[in-house]
């Protein structure tokens, strides 16, 4: 196949509405392309539906400073709930805690806390 002709076939399976409603739903993603999409729409599930819904609102509202935690950041939710518990009884003093979340942070994720 040619080049020319590869970007024919691509440009006609993500671009033709036939095939976007008849074979592919959204089961390749929600097409880019605005005047496909508005025919795939009213054809799919329930479920694909709010799948489309819930990607068209994450769009139109980014969350520009989502990051994902380091490694190790769960064992630390659970140590400084550990820690917090400890603290409400009376077991530890709040200082004595702050030393151990840090000791253990930096063990754990390092940083230099």
Do not use: H, W
């Not at 994450?58 to 380091?70: A, C």
């Not at 409400?88 to 930096?106: P, Q, R």
């Amino acid at each position: 196949m040619s080049k020319k002709n590869a970007i024919k076939f691509l440009g006609f399976l993500v671009n033709d509405q036939s095939i976007a409603v008849d074979y592919f739903g959204i089961e390749r993603g929600l097409s880019a392309n605005k005047k496909v999409l508005k025919k795939v729409l009213p054809t799919l599930s329930d479920n694909d539906r709010n799948v489309a819904s819930y990607v068209a609102e994450v769009k139109m509202n980014p969350q520009s400073n989502s990051q994902i935690p380091p490694n190790g950041m769960p064992q630390m939710y659970q140590l400084l709930n550990k820690l917090f518990n400890q603290c409400v009884s009376g077991d530890i003093t709040s200082e004595e805690a702050l030393s151990i979340y840090k000791d253990s942070f930096n063990e754990t994720i390092g940083g230099g806390v």
